[in-house]
């Protein structure tokens, strides 16, 4: 069955760093581009970033654009969030995801809580 | 960025009534739209996805219509399980942005 394993979240302080890794089972990991959305109770959920199988085709929200950054291994079927100058507002459970045909989500994996607060 | 506007934010109903949730585009996103479940402590859960077709597994009583700015998720006949909150996502053109979503409580 698919299965997708998140690991990395955590306590960090205001400015740090945090990367997120996503092992993936169950299915053919190369053939489908995979994301990452978060949560909060106050901003709901949030698309941050999506990833093409090949790796080329690459989207973030503006609220991440030139602090994160997402990649894949497809030889590993791994996907990972580098987040970098993390700010309050990143604090949120963050959800690895399977995109399907449509571009919407058609697997979930458990999230992981990411914390930003000195 | 488009925004996605559902309602109400929450309804109280009775197991088998029939149910319709709401979701507005602020621009149109053709039929580029998802319907998720979320139950507490779980990751959402695809329901439908190009506006009308039920992801795998999904049972019968949910369908979903619309297309440009206005869309509905129908419940025919509340059961149990369905009580969570339900999201619409679209994905017509980045950034994909999701409703706040409508809490479906039990009466």
């Known amino acids: 069955q698919v299965q997708l394993v998140v690991s990395g979240g955590g306590l960090v302080k205001p400015g740090g760093s945090l990367r997120l890794s996503c092992a993936a089972s169950?299915?053919?990991?190369?053939?489908?581009?995979m994301s990452w959305i978060r949560q909060t109770p106050g901003k709901g959920l949030e698309w941050v970033s999506y990833?093409?199988?090949?790796?080329?085709?690459?989207n973030y929200a503006d609220s991440v654009k030139g602090r994160f950054t997402i990649s894949r291994d497809n030889a590993k079927n791994s996907l990972f969030l580098q987040m970098n100058s993390l700010r309050a507002g990143d604090t949120a459970i963050y959800y690895c995801?399977?995109?399907?045909?449509?571009?919407?989500?058609?697997?979930w994996g458990q999230g992981t809580l990411v914390t930003v607060s000195s | 960025e488009k925004v996605m506007t559902q309602s109400p934010a929450s309804l109280s109903v009775s197991p088998g009534e029939r149910v319709t949730l709401s979701c507005r585009a602020s621009?149109?996103?053709?039929?580029?739209l998802a319907w998720y479940q979320q139950k507490p402590g779980q990751a959402p859960r695809l329901l439908i996805y190009?506006?009308?077709t039920r992801a795998t597994g999904v049972p019968p009583r949910f369908s979903g219509i619309g297309s440009g700015t206005e869309f509905t998720l129908t419940i025919s006949s509340l059961q149990s399980e369905d009580f969570a909150v339900y999201y619409c996502?679209?994905?017509?053109?980045?950034?994909?942005?999701f409703g706040q979503g409508t809490r479906l409580e039990i009466k």
């Open positions: 996502q679209h994905y017509n053109y980045w950034p994909y942005t």
């Open positions: 169950g299915f053919t990991f190369i053939d489908y581009y």
């Open positions: 621009q149109s996103v053709a039929s580029n």
């Open positions: 190009d506006a009308s």
């Open positions: 990833i093409s199988n090949t790796g080329i085709t690459i």
């Open positions: 995801a399977r995109v399907g045909s449509a571009y919407s989500v058609d697997f």
